[in-house]
């Protein structure tokens, strides 16, 4: 079983419309959550991260954690075409940080 | 402020060779980790350093090493190339107190990467 797994897509959506991208960690003690975007050819670069259950935004990016189902999404509202890239979650405990292999997201103008 | 920077950008090198990879972390950063990315096994943790000790390993062979020095700039050594060593090898660094949380992992910030072929 891996440790951080995603839907590796693509997940395709029309601009404008919201994208929603999940991820599944298997280490309960896990404490923090991350999601990075990634470009064909560049590093990743975050996005945000979170560390309560619950929901957090920041500009058109919502990240949501569930500790007890072991669950993080990312929703990107009003997506548009240059949001088209990889999307990586990551988890962490104890200074390790473990990425899933990420999601393609490619939103259609 | 300015971000992480790695040196050399691309690299080739032939099986057998070694190689050093250098990475500066953003001012203030005491935390270095290195990651190998490939298509097939993604994003994989190598080693972490923060003031100048290995404070974490992945499940790489010994070929891999790294170090760090006093002003955290960090580099990474592979000796005995092999062709499964190409890959985009990245780092990354992060400044105490960002986790967020007793037990977490501090907040990451990738530099560009350096692109390593092995002919």
């Known amino acids: 079983q891996k440790e951080v797994e995603q839907n590796s897509g693509p997940l395709s959506v029309p601009e404008g419309a919201i994208a929603s991208l999940n991820c599944t960690y298997s280490?309960?003690?896990?404490?923090?959550f991350f999601w990075y975007r990634q470009y064909s050819g560049k590093s990743p670069e975050l996005i945000m991260f979170i560390y309560s259950n619950g929901d957090k935004e920041d500009g058109r990016f919502t990240a949501q954690l569930n500790k007890a189902s072991q669950y993080v999404s990312l929703l990107i509202r009003d997506s548009q075409p240059s949001d088209s890239a990889t999307y990586l979650c990551a988890v962490g405990g104890f200074q390790k940080l473990v990425f899933g292999t990420g999601t393609r997201l490619l939103v259609s103008p | 402020k300015a971000g992480v920077t790695q040196t050399p950008r691309y690299l080739i090198k032939t099986r057998g060779q070694q190689v050093t990879l250098s990475c500066s972390p953003i001012?203030?950063?005491?935390?270095v980790s290195w990651y190998q990315q490939t298509p097939g096994q993604g994003l994989q943790f190598l080693f972490e350093?923060?003031?100048?000790?290995?404070?974490n390993k992945g499940n790489f062979p010994g070929r891999f090493s790294g170090r760090q020095f006093s002003n955290s700039r960090s580099e990474m050594n592979v000796s005995t190339l092999e062709l499964g060593d190409s890959a985009l090898y990245l780092c990354?660094?992060?400044?105490?107190?960002?986790?967020?949380?007793?037990?977490?992992?501090?907040?990451?910030?990738f530099g560009p990467g350096t692109r390593l072929t092995v002919l």
């Open positions: 001012s203030g950063h005491r935390s």
């Open positions: 990354a660094s992060s400044a105490p107190g960002t986790s967020g949380a007793l037990g977490g992992t501090d907040t990451q910030y």
């Open positions: 280490d309960r003690g896990s404490q923090s």
């Open positions: 350093y923060f003031s100048e000790t290995q404070r």
